[in-house]
């Protein structure tokens, strides 16, 4: 939600994506991909600091606080 609500705030011309490292899973077992990605990922939410990033841990909602609203729903 905090992305959508940026996007209906300051519009899309704000915003960009951008690939920042390619990651080759080929011939590497689904468990193996998933940990090799997950790992990057990781280092990425520690090194970085998203701003818009809930999650402190990659595959983990601990920390994780649901609205009201979303218990609600």
Known sequence: MYICNALLDYEYSV????IIEYIEITNKSKEKARKIVLLREQNYLDTL???Y???K???SSLGYKHTEETIKN
């Open 15 to 18: 915003f960009s994506l951008t």
């Open 53 to 55: 990033n809930i999650l």
């Open 57 to 59: 841990e990659t595959s």
């Open 49 to 51: 600091l998203p701003e």
